[in-house]
């Protein structure tokens, strides 16, 4: 059982559309981040996360911070096929002793 | 460039045998982890070190060990290797704190033939 669930695993859209790639756990985290992977090479930090309720704008995307700290999301607004990548949330527990906690990924497509 | 090195960046070798894959963590960071994926997974964590002691360990196979030396890179070494052991391996790095996000290398692509 993963501690953080993304949802969803997969999608494909029409460049120009709008998407929402959810993080959700059970447990509540100190700090909640978003990374970016692309084909064969490492992931790439977007966005930390550290407050209840926290919205954060990076151009188009848009991350979130649920109120009880337990899940997140990530907004794309006019998705481009520069966004297509593999997207992974992963978070901090107090009693992870620094160790970010992975969820399994959304692997995003845009087609031109 | 994201400061994380890791070498070899490929490495094709036969089943049964021994390689060594390296990584130099970002200036300043103290933290080394060592990560696989495979073919369209997530992440796997495999092993951590912090200023050169073991600090967790996670799926890591017998066949596998990894260390971290004072100047502070870290090698992952995989033994008896198997064709199920072709993967991505990553190193990260990271200041230790509850705001900071871990820097990876661009990988080590090992193919078992």
């Known amino acids: 059982t993963q501690l953080l669930e993304q949802s969803p695993q997969f999608l494909s859209i029409q460049e120009g559309e709008n998407l929402t790639v959810y993080c959700n756990s059970s447990s509540v985290f100190s700090s909640l981040q978003w990374y970016r992977q692309e084909p064969g090479e490492g992931p790439v930090l977007l966005v930390t996360?550290?407050?209840g309720g926290e919205v954060k704008k990076l151009k188009r995307l848009t991350f979130q911070f649920g109120d009880a700290r337990k899940d997140s999301s990530l907004h794309i607004t006019a998705a481009q096929p520069g966004d297509t990548g593999l997207y992974l949330c992963?978070?901090?527990?107090?009693?992870?002793?620094?160790?970010?906690?992975w969820g399994a990924g959304t692997k995003l497509i845009i087609k031109p | 460039d994201s400061g994380v090195t890791q070498t070899p960046k490929h490495l094709i070798t036969a089943t049964g045998q021994r390689v060594t894959l390296r990584c130099s963590p970002r200036s300043g960071d103290l933290s080394v982890y060592w990560y696989q994926q495979s073919l369209d997974q997530g992440l796997q964590f495999l092993i951590q070190y912090y200023n050169g002691e073991e600090r967790a360990k996670g799926n890591i196979l017998e066949r596998f060990s990894a260390q971290q030396f004072p100047d502070l890179h870290s090698e992952l070494n995989l033994s008896s290797l198997e064709l199920g052991d072709s993967a991505l391996y990553f190193c990260a790095s990271s200041v230790e704190g509850y705001d900071y996000g871990y820097t990876f290398g661009s990988g080590t692509r090992l193919t078992v033939v």
């Open positions: 992963a978070g901090y527990r107090y009693d992870s002793n620094y160790q970010l906690i």
């Open positions: 996360v550290v407050t």
